[in-house]
């Protein structure tokens, strides 16, 4: 079992910046692969970014392509994703999650309870 716990969210203005971090704790972090979900009221939830189990490779959801960066620290249980030139668009709670390489929710058993992340115009 690996239970993840989100941090970093918080309200900014268009065009800022924010930074969040999941915590790993209860399993081999290094055997899964990692993502970052959102889910916006009313609306299903989105992927938006992943990393392999080594950190190398990565792959982003065109919406966030070139604004935001996902990596990871294994030595720490750690996943961040770096989130710039947020609009307001971005609002959603934001989800980590553990499992497969996927970009399908679906596919995920393991998740964070989220971070609300608000971005004004």
């Known amino acids: 079992q690996v239970q993840l716990v989100e941090s970093g969210g918080g309200l900014v203005q268009a065009g800022g910046s924010l930074r969040l971090s999941c915590a790993a704790s209860?399993?081999?972090?290094?055997?899964?692969?990692m993502a970052w979900f959102r889910q916006a009221p009313g609306k299903e939830r989105e992927f938006v970014a992943r990393?392999?189990?080594?950190?190398?490779?990565?792959s982003y959801a065109d919406s966030v392509k070139g604004r935001f960066i996902i990596s990871r620290d294994n030595a720490k249980n750690t996943v961040a994703l770096q989130m710039n030139s947020l609009k307001p668009e971005d609002t959603a709670v934001y989800y980590c999650?553990?499992?497969?390489?996927?970009?399908?929710?679906?596919?995920?058993?393991?998740w964070g309870q989220g971070t609300q992340v608000t971005v004004s115009s």
């Open positions: 209860g399993g081999t972090f290094s055997s899964y692969s």
């Open positions: 990393v392999t189990m080594s950190g190398i490779t990565t």
């Open positions: 999650a553990a499992g497969p390489l996927s970009d399908d929710a679906r596919r995920f058993n393991y």
